[in-house]
């Protein structure tokens, strides 16, 4: 089946700083790749859709300038959460959409966010 | 709309004891289903999905799910539960594979030697 790759799988940051994450379609072009988080014992939110060469659509409650989101290619998108704080802490899931005729979805293996 | 509801956020079975995971929906279309296993501290595992063909899916590691239109169900079964099961499941909906996901809270299925 088709790859997701997420990079970092884990990282740890102080309050204050910036934290990209990187989120990629290894063997297939994804013009849609969707974000999620999720927090400790809790299910999946979506935060964001992101298609290829246009601006991310954020679901409600979600900041837009806190949570960048770029999707300069058909194989990845970035996601940086900006000044980042301890409420931030979480994990955070990318998914990539294989459009056509198969139309379907993969999902990466997370990472794992914490702010000090 | 659409969205999910698992019933039992923590179940607990004996080893080589039924599971049985409940999931219902709310779809204003045609739904597409799915359920997905986590493990801790890593991503999502596909275990099986209803895309409107057969309505008992078969999935992965001796998991099955029926597709019930009337009871807006979409229950996740395996006959005879393993250690290795002990994990989070997960269902979710979606108007069609590649759209957007909606999860349900989650099930903790606890596996009792």
């Known amino acids: 089946g088709a790859v997701v790759s997420q990079h970092p799988s884990r990282v740890i940051c102080k309050s204050g700083t910036s934290v990209k994450i990187e989120c990629r379609s290894l063997?297939?072009?994804?013009?849609?790749m969707f974000w999620y988080r999720q927090f400790p014992k809790q299910s999946l939110m979506l935060m964001a859709t992101?298609?290829?060469?246009?601006?991310?659509?954020?679901e409600q409650g979600v900041e837009k300038d806190k949570f960048l989101i770029n999707h300069a290619s058909l194989t990845l998108s970035t996601l940086t959460v900006t000044s980042a704080h301890p409420e931030d802490s979480s994990f955070y899931i990318c998914?990539?959409?294989?459009?056509?005729?198969?139309?379907?979805?993969?999902f990466g293996p997370g990472t794992r966010l914490t702010v000090l | 709309a659409q969205s999910v509801t698992q019933l039992g956020s923590h179940v607990s079975v004996s080893e080589g004891a039924l599971v049985l995971l409940r999931c219902n929906y709310s779809s204003s279309v045609p739904p597409y289903l799915f359920w997905y296993v986590q493990y801790p501290n890593q991503g999502l595992q596909l275990l099986l999905k209803?895309?409107?063909?057969?309505?008992l899916v078969k999935g992965i590691n001796g998991f099955e799910a029926e597709f019930k239109k009337s009871e807006t169900s979409f229950h996740l079964t395996k006959p005879s539960a393993h250690m290795s099961d002990a994990a989070e499941y997960f269902c979710a909906v979606s108007e069609s594979p590649g759209n957007q996901f909606y999860f349900g809270t989650g099930t903790s299925l606890t596996v009792i030697p």
């Open positions: 998914s990539a959409r294989v459009g056509g005729s198969t139309d379907t979805q993969y």
């Open positions: 992101s298609n290829e060469g246009s601006k991310a659509t954020y």
């Open positions: 209803y895309t409107s063909a057969a309505t």
């Open positions: 063997d297939f072009q994804a013009t849609t």
